[in-house]
């Protein structure tokens, strides 16, 4: 390269994870400090006693409610008619005014008007759309003329795919829990891939299939599943079938309850190789409380053309603490703060917050020089562990050098109803009741070429510099001449010197 962009930025520029406005409430990582979002119809230009269930609610619905809550989804109740809904109208009111934070419907916990915004698969409720909620229910939740509802949605029966049918599923062993009973962590064992030539992986999607009826009615996500996660690993299986060879071993997203299928953008993928297996390493059953249950898990992989070659390497999540951490007990308001220098050029592809049951709230933020920025902050809720895919021309496009920190709010107090017991202590630990603070989200390594490849291409989509990319802190920044050091570790694969 003839130049680079780098260390040019002399303005601070900083974004506190704080109100913008009015309607956004500040979060301050307590429970108690939950205050709705309420937004007034009229600024919005609408007419409240002109909402109705029929032409404003159901399309939202449709398309950020029903893919659970409708007959064989994972959600207690069905709102696919207005006689199904219009019971629930308050609680729908309630629960969605919440926003962003443990509770919330639909379970997308991104604050709005701080940082990124732009997310794959996501379907929050926009303010506009919180109003008209707001006025339907306020007003009686009338269900105005049925002539003007949407075509009703055709779900698949059964517990479907979410990103469609995979070209591959590998399926777990079957599990049987007690309707009552203690825990069950550990090793299920080891399952052959089948596959025969090594291909990439495009997305995989995790999904449980029990003998719980669908059509049951069950008051908690909890109780409609038995394996509350899954840590597993791939890699080549060894001769005699029991492990896998050493060396060849790579980890995978974790399953988690209520989690979201795992998208790698073009240029990325993860490599299933053939003769591969998959170890499930680290799983965690529970009864449901209700039934004796039989289960298993099925990983559904989507793979990329056959001749695909991955652009980048790939790295792993930003950073955290899932050893030492020190939660004290019947306390809001506590802080973690995790903080880790990049050494090569890096595309963030999803973050993940990880906390465990005391967890509310994770932000994000990059540090570039005097330069500060919030990525992102985040809402937590241990029933609903959400990953937030970043659209490909959003995601965060961080030199080397940056300094990523984590910092991740605890509240123990009875204002969480995640907390079996406000007055005990507790550290790291796997288990629910000791805790973790962790980005478990995806990255890429770029090398010089590509990170000013992918810059060049944040600027073309900008209309001026008064445009800013709040991912991208050196997109605008002046060139300077390319040293030898640069010239020499240009190209080699992983950006690193």
């Known amino acids: 390269m003839s130049a680079t962009r780098s260390l040019g930025l002399v303005s601070t520029f900083l974004l506190l994870p704080a109100a913008l406005n009015a309607q956004y409430p500040v979060r301050d990582g307590t429970v108690a400090n939950m205050d709705p979002y309420v937004f007034a119809a009229a600024d919005f230009g609408i007419d409240p006693a002109g909402v109705t269930f029929s032409k404003d609610i159901a399309p939202i619905l449709q398309r950020s409610c029903q893919n659970c ?13 207005f006689s199904e809904t219009r019971r629930w109208a308050t609680r729908i009111k309630e629960r969605t005014a919440i926003r962003d934070r443990m509770g919330a419907m639909p379970p997308f916990f991104v604050e709005a008007g701080i940082g990124i915004q732009e997310f794959k698969n996501d379907h929050p409720l926009s303010d506009h759309e919180l109003a008209l909620v707001q006025a339907w229910v306020d007003n009686g939740a009338p269900e105005g003329d049925p002539a003007d509802m949407p075509p ?25 829990m007690p309707s009552v009973g203690p825990d069950r962590w550990g090793d299920i064992g080891t399952v052959a891939t089948g596959l025969t030539q090594d291909r990439y992986v495009k997305s995989v999607e995790v999904r449980e299939i029990n003998d719980i009826p669908t059509d ?31 060396g060849t071993v790579q980890g995978w997203p974790i399953h988690e309850v ?29 009864s449901t409380g209700s039934r004796e249950t039989t289960g298993h898990l099925e990983f559904g992989f989507t793979f990329f053309p056959e001749d695909y070659e991955p652009m980048y390497r790939r790295a792993g999540g930003s950073g955290g603490n899932g050893i030492d951490v020190d939660v004290r007990p019947d306390q809001g308001g506590q802080e973690f703060h995790s903080y880790r220098v990049l050494e090569s050029h890096t595309k963030i592809i999803a973050f993940e917050p990880h906390l465990h049951a005391p967890g509310v709230r994770m932000c994000l933020e990059a540090i570039w ?16 562990v959400k990953q937030y895919l970043y659209e490909d021309h959003a995601a965060p496009l961080l030199p080397k050098g940056t300094i990523l920190h984590i910092v991740g709010f605890l509240d123990t107090t009875a204002e969480n109803p995640n907390i079996a017991d406000t007055r005990n202590w507790a550290g790291g630990g796997r288990r629910s009741v000791a805790n973790m603070f962790i980005d478990l989200g995806q990255s890429v390594r770029l090398t010089e070429e590509q990170f000013q490849a992918e810059m060049a291409a944040r600027r073309a989509r900008m209309r001026d510099r008064n445009q800013y990319d709040i ?12 040293t030898a050091e640069d010239a020499q570790t240009d190209g080699t694969g992983d950006g690193q010197q």
């Open 369 to 384: 020089g005097i330069n500060r920025f919030t990525l992102n902050c985040v809402g937590y809720d241990h029933n609903w």
């Open 471 to 482: 991912g991208c802190p050196l997109c605008w920044a002046p060139e300077v001449a390319a």
């Open 216 to 246: 049951a009615t069950i008051a908690t996500v909890g109780g409609r599943y038995i394996f509350h996660h899954m840590t597993y690993s791939t890699g080549v299986l060894n001769e005699n079938a029991t492990g896998l060879v050493e």
């Open 258 to 286: 209520g989690r979201n299928p795992d998208i790698f953008p073009e240029g990325v993928g993860m490599l299933l190789p053939a003769n591969s297996a998959l170890a499930l390493r680290a799983s965690h059953l529970h």
């Open 69 to 81: 809550h409708r007959d064989g989804g994972g959600a207690p109740m069905s709102l696919t008619t």
């Open 152 to 176: 009703a949605m055709e779900w698949p029966s059964g517990r479907s795919w979410v990103l469609g049918e995979p070209d591959l599923v590998v399926r777990g062993p079957v599990m049987t």
